[in-house]
T-cell receptor
Framework: GAVVSQHPSRVICKSGTSVKIECRSL??????MFWYRQFPKQSLMLMAT?????????EQGVEKDKFLINHASLTLSTLTVTSAHPEDSSFYIC?????????????FGPGTRLTVL | AQSVTQPDIHITVSEGASLELRCNYS??????LFWYVQSPGQGLQLLLK??????LVQGIKGFEAEFKRSQSSFNLRKPSVHWSDAAEYFC????????????FGAGTTVTVRA
């Protein structure tokens, strides 16, 4: 139980285009989803918190107009990187917290590797 | 503010030997503590967690961790490592004070030699 999926696993795009990443909780309802960014050989940096049916809360320094988050249902959250630039290249990981036995535990997706050319 | 320190950036251990990864945290109340493992290019897998109760917690893959409030520590241990334990290990702290947002340590890379 408590499986979280992400799609796509890898994406390469041209500078200036937008990319959408999906995060799904497969076997539980996620009241909250989190989006992280991880640079090579570094730890995870929380970008935003997404609650179903409400606006996402962004961490300091994260541009909300660049990283659009939608949490349309209890099993799906999306992150759209708008007007992507090479510096947006990174590993993006989502996690979900919900009713899978414990509301206090985050379960992580496998991550999405974004490369912007 | 909440934070986690993992003092060891890289640890090399022989297969079959014991492993201990250190984690120190800062949190303004009773913390929720987690250990996650990450293989290259993969997401994070939960190894174990501590919320309350017995301070020695057992996790998956033969790992255990001990919560020591007096030392603000939550060290991870495994009696005998396997080559498949080579990975990146992250300690994290969270709780009600910050709406369960997690703060991660910098991670410890574990290399297992034959």
């Amino acid at each position: 139980g408590a499986v979280v999926s992400q799609h796509p696993s890898r994406v390469i795009c041209k500078s200036g285009t937008s990319v959408k990443i999906e995060c799904r909780s497969l076997d539980f309802q996620a009241t909250t989803m989190f989006w992280y960014r991880q640079f090579p050989k570094q730890s995870l940096m929380l970008m935003a918190t997404s609650n179903e049916g409400s606006k996402a809360t962004y961490e300091q320094g994260v541009e909300k107009d660049k990283f659009l988050i939608n949490h349309a249902s209890l099993t799906l959250s999306t992150l759209t990187v708008t007007s992507a630039h090479p510096e947006d290249s990174s590993f993006y990981i989502c996690s979900a917290r919900g009713l899978a036995g414990s509301t206090d535990t985050q379960y992580f997706g496998p991550g999405t590797r974004l490369t912007v050319l | 503010a909440q934070s986690v320190t993992q003092p060891d950036i890289h640890i090399t251990v022989s297969e079959g030997a014991s492993l201990e990864l250190r984690c120190n945290y800062s949190y303004g109340a009773t913390p929720y503590l987690f250990w996650y493992v990450q293989s290259p290019g993969q997401g994070l897998q939960l190894l174990l967690k501590y919320f309350s109760g017995d301070t020695l917690v057992q996790g998956i893959k033969g790992f255990e961790a001990e919560f020591k409030r007096s030392q603000s520590s939550f060290n991870l241990r495994k009696p005998s490592v396997h080559w498949s334990d080579a990975a990146e290990y992250f300690c994290a702290v969270g709780g009600r004070l910050n709406d369960y947002k997690l703060s991660f340590g910098a991670g410890t890379t574990v290399t297992v030699r034959a």
